[in-house]
């Protein structure tokens, strides 16, 4: 059901997804073509705040903040899930991989290798802080409007 709460919640985590991956982009290698990158995590941010945080609302400031901060490791989970499934595509369509299984853990591969790159504090504040103000937000808006 639509609520304004959910409605707050994919803004703050379509936002965050924004900043975040605008943090992203010069821990990549030179060359890296982005493509998407910004668009599909932006998609991953309003749709993790709508279905996951918007549900989860109402229960008072900690778990709000709790709520906050597990929807933004979701939301990075999902999109290190769904880049390393790009990249996998984008090598299969070169023949690297001797065959489905190869190319199956190549998106765990990938994915892990991401996650390596990012696991910087320059991207690890921002999104720890910005899921904090999601969730409190995301609860304000539920105490106000509900």
Not at 36 to 41: L, S, T
Not at 109 to 119: D, H, K
């Amino acid at each position: 059901m639509p609520t304004a709460a959910r409605l707050v919640a994919a803004l703050c985590l379509g936002l965050l997804a924004f900043i975040v991956s605008r943090q992203v982009v010069p821990l990549m290698p030179e060359g890296t073509d982005f493509g998407y990158f910004f668009h599909i995590n932006i998609i991953l941010g309003l749709l993790t705040g709508w279905i996951f945080m918007g549900r989860r609302v109402g229960h008072g400031l900690v778990p709000a903040i709790n709520n906050g901060l597990t929807g933004a490791a979701v939301m990075v989970l999902w999109a290190l899930f769904i880049q390393g499934a790009w990249e996998m595509f984008d090598r299969a369509m070169r023949n690297r991989y001797g065959g489905p299984f190869d190319a199956l853990l190549a998106i765990l591969t990938l994915s892990l290798e991401y996650f390596f790159v990012i696991a910087v504090p320059t991207v690890l504040l921002p999104l720890i802080i910005g899921g904090c103000l999601a969730g409190l937000l995301a609860e304000s808006i539920h105490k106000r409007w509900s």
